[in-house]
C-alpha cells in the first residue's frame, strides 16, 4: 500500500500506536511515491503528453503542489534573511501559480508540474536522496 505525503501528515500527533519503523516505511512508501510520479512525468512528456495517463497525473501533480506547498513555505520562512529565503519563497509561489494554470501545451505542463514537486518536496525533506 502507498501512503501519500498528506496522508502522514494528516495522523493525529496523539496516535501512540504507530511505531517508528511503521512511520519510516510510511514515509520512504510517499518518497516512492512523489519520486515516481516526478519520474513518470518528465518520461511521459516527452513521449506522450496528451494521453489519459498524462491527464490523471497532471491532477495528481498538481494536488501534491497543493500539499507539498505549506510546509515548503513555512521552511522559506524560517530561514534566514538571504538569497536562499527569496528563491524558496519564489519557487513556492511559482508552484502555485502552475498548478492553477501551466498553460494549454500537456508537455510544457507535465515538466512545469513535475520540477515544482520536485523541488517543493525537496523542501519539505521528502526527498533526501536528489
Request: aromatic share 2%; hydrophobic share 45%; with cysteine.
Amino acid at each position: 500500500m502507498t501512503v501519500l505525503a498528506h496522508e502522514v501528515a494528516a495522523v493525529p500527533s496523539e496516535a501512540a500506536t504507530v511505531t517508528s519503523a511503521d512511520q519510516e516505511t510510511a514515509i520512504t512508501s510517499a518518497t516512492a511515491a512523489v519520486a515516481g510520479d516526478v519520474e513518470a512525468a518528465l518520461a511521459l512528456a516527452d513521449h506522450q503528453p496528451a494521453g489519459e495517463a498524462s491527464v490523471r497525473l497532471r491532477e495528481r501533480l498538481r494536488e501534491r503542489v497543493r500539499t507539498l506547498a505549506a510546509p515548503s513555505e513555512r521552511y522559506a520562512d524560517l530561514l534566514p534573511e538571504s538569497r536562499q529565503k527569496d528563491i524558496a519563497a519564489a519557487t513556492v509561489r511559482f508552484a502555485r501559480k502552475v498548478a492553477r494554470d501551466c498553460g494549454s501545451d500537456p508537455a510544457i505542463a507535465l515538466r512545469l508540474l513535475a520540477k515544482s514537486v520536485a523541488h517543493l518536496a525537496r523542501y519539505t525533506d521528502l526527498l533526501r536522496s536528489t
